[in-house]
């Protein structure tokens, strides 16, 4: 069923681009102003982003077509996001191992230069 597969890894990079908002819809859709507060895309500018991000639909009273966030391709654009986001995670934390180790090991190090510092002073005396 599906043809021309390749790996997408956008994800996060496309996020980026985008602005969530915050909006309510006016009478076009029902005829009278929604009340109800959204969050959510504008479909233009998703759609200057990435064009896979948007559909249209068509208003059946009138015919007017209007753009709608593919709310499925967004999905797979934020799991993919994710999926980098924990790769960088994983990557810090395996750094943040390395370099507690390195400060255990310059601890160590340290220590034992007092120690030595403190034998030299001694046989000074």
């Known amino acids: 069923m599906k043809t021309d597969i ?4 956008k994800g996060l990079a496309t996020l ?10 006016n009478e076009t859709l029902s005829g009278e102003p929604d009340l109800r507060v959204r969050y959510g895309l504008v479909a233009q500018e998703a759609e200057r982003v990435d ?27 934020l799991a993919d996001a994710v999926k980098s986001l924990d ?25 034992d230069l007092y120690k030595r510092v403190e034998a030299l002073e001694s046989a000074k005396e």
């Open 6 to 9: 390749s790996p997408y890894n």
């Open 51 to 77: 064009p896979n991000l948007v559909t249209t639909f068509k208003l059946p009273k009138n015919g007017d077509e209007y753009l709608s966030i593919d709310t499925s391709s967004l999905i797979y654009v």
């Open 16 to 25: 980026r681009e985008l602005d969530t908002v915050r909006f309510r819809y």
């Open 87 to 111: 790769k960088t995670v994983a990557d810090l934390e395996e750094r943040e191992s390395e370099l507690l180790l390195e400060n255990v090991t310059l601890r160590l190090m340290l220590i």
